[in-house]
């Protein structure tokens, strides 16, 4: 079964950084393509950045491209997405994800797996 677990989020002012975390089995790490998607308010998922499972490949959205570093530790088994620059349109729920795609492919269609999401909220 693979459990993906957030944590990281919280209240920051426009300007400053973030970094999320997403702690995963040793199996799932080693196996399975990382995401993170992030959810606003009224609207719907949209995919932020993902990384292989080699951690050869990194993907992201045009949305972050630039303020966006996504990242894994193989010994702690755990991904990791660096927010600068932030801004108050950044303000969502940030949900990791895994599936068995290359990276480019998990922006075009849903995970099957989810963590529970972490809170980000941006203040101007």
Do not use: H
């Amino acid at each position: 079964q693979v459990q993906l677990v957030e944590s990281g989020g919280g209240l920051v002012q426009a300007g400053g950084s973030l970094r999320l975390s997403c702690a995963t089995s040793r199996d799932t790490f080693s196996s399975y393509t990382l995401g993170w998607f992030r959810q606003a308010p009224g609207k719907e998922r949209e995919f932020v950045a993902a990384i292989g499972w080699s951690g050869g490949s990194t993907y992201y959205a045009d949305s972050v491209k630039g303020r966006c570093t996504i990242s894994r530790d193989n010994v702690k088994n755990t991904m990791y997405l660096r927010l600068n620059s932030l801004k108050p349109e950044d303000t969502a729920v940030y949900y990791c994800a895994a599936d068995r795609v290359a990276t480019a492919t998990m922006a075009s269609r849903r995970p099957p797996y989810w963590g529970t999401g972490t809170q980000v909220t941006v203040s101007s």
